[in-house]
Nanobody, 124 residues
Framework: QVQLVESGGGLVQPGGSLTLSCVAS????????MGWFRQAPGKEREFVAA????????FYGDSPKGRFTISRDNAKNTMYLQMNSLKLEDTAVYYC?????????????????WGQGTQVTVSS
């Protein structure tokens, strides 16, 4: 069965760094665009970043831009999100998602497959 499994979340102080990973299995993800989204309590799901199937192009939401870096290793069926200079407002559950049809877009509804999420908490 198709699975996306996130890991790497945790508690970090403001200004700190974390790297999230998303391991895909159950189908060929190397031709899919993939993305990261996040959802904080009481807020809508927010686009964080997306990457094309080759990794040649990346896109970011306004808040993470300049602080986060999305990447992928198709040989390992794994996508990453390097998060630097973390802020209190980055606290959320982070989800990875796969989009086999519509490319690296910001719209969550374009993504067909989703992981269960990993909690990132930024707190002093």
């Amino acid at each position: 069965q198709v699975q996306l499994v996130e890991s790497g979340g945790g508690l970090v102080q403001p200004g700190g760094s974390l790297t999230l990973s998303c391991v895909a299995s159950g189908r060929t993800f190397s031709t899919d665009a993939m993305g990261w989204f996040r959802q904080a309590p009481g807020k809508e799901r927010e686009f964080v970043a997306a990457i094309t199937w080759s990794g040649g192009s990346t896109f970011y939401g306004d808040s993470p831009k300049g602080r986060f870096t999305i990447s992928r290793d198709n040989a390992k069926n794994t996508m990453y999100l390097q998060m630097n200079s973390l802020k209190l407002e980055d606290t959320a559950v982070y989800y990875c998602a796969s989009n086999p049809r519509q490319g690296a877009v910001a719209a969550a509804q374009a993504y067909d497959y989703w992981g269960q999420g990993t909690q990132v908490t930024v707190s002093s």
